[in-house]
């Protein structure tokens, strides 16, 4: 698939933003900076519920059909970040290296970034990967993992083509 063709979930989790005490502007970058890739056709403010995020997820991959979701919040060590817990009861496998490399980027900017325990993997054929809560932190992380989401969304949808160049 060309990029402009996949469909795409923001879900941010956020007890205040749900209550509507806190404009979500993680969410709005994650609308704006993924719009090359395709249409956000899902986006929901939630509280940090365990239960809740994997209701979510899976509903989004299982109904809804998503080829991408991206998760916003949830990834630091507050009790109430549970982010990737439900990610890890969802996907069948994980793609760590996207993980990894956020981690490795932000340290660069933040000794902060280690505490991150965001995750990305995959449920049947979408990805899903967990960003940081903060504006400048969930941008500056998509921002890693930006150039390599075409290739993964179309290889996750079965493209043949060789990936050596």
């Not at 979408?126 to 179309?154: C, D, Q, Y």
Request: aromatic content about 2%.
């Amino acid at each position: 698939m060309a990029g402009g063709h996949y469909r795409i979930g923001v879900l941010t989790l956020s007890d205040k933003g749900a209550r509507g005490e806190r404009e979500d502007e993680s969410g709005r970058i994650l609308r704006e900076m993924i719009a090359p890739l395709g249409s956000v056709e899902r986006y929901l403010v939630i509280p940090d519920d365990q239960e809740t995020i994997v209701r979510t997820l899976v509903e989004w991959v299982d109904r809804e059909g998503l080829d991408l979701i991206l998760t916003t919040g949830g990834t630091g060590l507050s009790p109430r970040d549970l982010t990737p817990e439900a990610t890890a009861r969802v996907i069948d496998r994980e793609v760590p290296g996207m993980a990894e490399a956020m981690r490795m980027a932000s340290m660069a900017k933040t000794p902060h970034a280690m505490i991150s325990r965001a995750l990305a993997g995959v449920r049947r054929t979408t990805l899903i990967i967990n960003l940081p809560g903060s504006p400048k932190g969930v941008r500056e992380n998509l921002e890693v993992v930006f150039p390599a989401l075409g290739h993964a969304l179309a290889k996750l949808k079965g493209d043949p083509s060789d990936c050596a160049r």
